[in-house]
């Protein structure tokens, strides 16, 4: 058989009701031409595409929002809700960020941000799509937007540390001031007890004296002139008695009570003063070990599903055009069939 009779070998056109795939090998084989030619276009369509397609990434910065500054304990509690931070983004920051990215890249477009909130983690995340050429500048806007929230974030956990640190400095300032006052009446009551039992002595001394006199009186008069005598010796006696006994109650009672009620109001104080001390080292202790607010990660890049990648563009276009040419070569022959039967009709 021929080269020239073997194109001409079972055709659709012979069986156009029955599917035979040797007709079809022998169209392919006879429209060869158009085949490779409508594959080849399918296919370098794909590859053109596959090469001019810009790869697209979603650039995902992450924030954690840090915890409330607690009174000498972490509480668990975030500085800011996590909602609420986006609400603040996407009003107030992200605007003044963009007004400012505007002003500075004036040839250069704005980073579109998506901005959703995991509150029960306390992260935020801000999303860009965009190519691998432009990371270093969504990156550096991502940076821009989500300092402005650290700077706050930490502004605020310090003003609350330090109204916390203000008030039990306060407080152990007052201690130590009640304390030193304290202090300073026990020393003046100490020497108020010195000067009372100072008095009592020279009161016993006088004392002792006038009886001592009484005594000499009694002994060198004889009974008819003692009466006089002893009437002068015993003129100041009830009231040198009643001063002593005075003294002896201000000496050995009252300054006894005000210095122990004192003694034990220093106590009280100097337990004020170190519990203030123990305060504030807690605070100190608090605010070094708290969870700040923190960015995580900073426009990592990750693939967009969206769409075909190159790889799978260019098999697709393997496929489309085997599909396409197939189509091509039979409406090729299903054209010629007609055409051959208009011919035989007129």
Same mark, same amino acid.
């Given at each position: 058989m021929s080269s020239s009779s073997s194109?001409?070998?079972p055709s659709p056109a012979d069986s156009p009701e029955v599917f035979n795939p040797i007709a079809v090998y022998y169209a392919i084989l006879r429209r060869k031409v158009l085949f490779i030619g409508v594959f080849a276009a399918i296919l370098l369509f794909g590859v053109v595409v596959a090469m001019i397609r810009t790869p697209q990434n979603s650039f995902v910065t992450v924030l954690q929002i840090g915890? +409330?500054?607690?009174?000498?304990s972490v509480s668990g509690r975030l500085v800011e809700d996590a909602g609420g931070v986006v609400t603040?983004?996407?009003r107030t920051v992200v605007p003044e960020i963009a007004r400012a990215w505007r002003s500075e890249h004036p040839e250069g477009t704005v980073p579109e941000l998506l901005i959703k909130a995991k509150s029960t983690a306390g992260i935020v995340l801000l999303m860009t799509k965009a190519g691998m050429d432009q990371q270093s500048a969504v990156s550096a806007f991502h940076r821009s937007v989500v300092e402005k929230i650290v700077q706050q974030h930490e502004s605020l956990?310090? +003003?609350q540390y330090q109204s916390h640190l203000s008030e039990a400095q306060q407080q152990l300032d007052d201690a130590? +001031?009640?304390s030193n006052q304290l202090k300073e009446s026990v020393a003046q009551h100490e020497q108020r007890k010195k000067l009372l039992k100072h008095q009592l002595e020279r009161l016993n001394a006088e004392i002792d004296e006038l009886s001592g006199a009484r005594q000499a009186i009694v002994e060198k008069t004889d009974g008819e002139n003692s009466a006089p005598a002893l009437y002068i010796a015993q003129l100041d006696m009830p009231a040198l008695l009643e001063h002593r006994d005075a003294l002896e109650d201000e000496l050995n009672i009252k300054q006894n009570l005000v210095l122990s009620g004192l003694k034990r109001k220093i106590v009280v104080a100097q337990s004020n003063e170190k519990a203030a001390l123990a305060e504030i080292a807690l605070l100190k202790k608090e605010v070094n070990s708290l969870r700040l607010t923190r960015i995580q990660s900073l426009a990592s890049p990750m693939p967009d599903h969206v769409g075909l990648s190159a790889k799978w563009i260019i098999i697709m276009s393997l496929l489309m055009g085997l599909l396409a040419a197939w189509f091509a070569v039979m409406f090729a022959e299903y054209m010629r069939r007609q055409l051959g039967a208009w011919k035989?009709?007129?």
């Open positions: 194109l001409h070998e915890s +409330a500054y607690g009174s000498n603040k983004l996407e956990v310090m +003003a130590v +001031a009640e035989r009709q007129h």
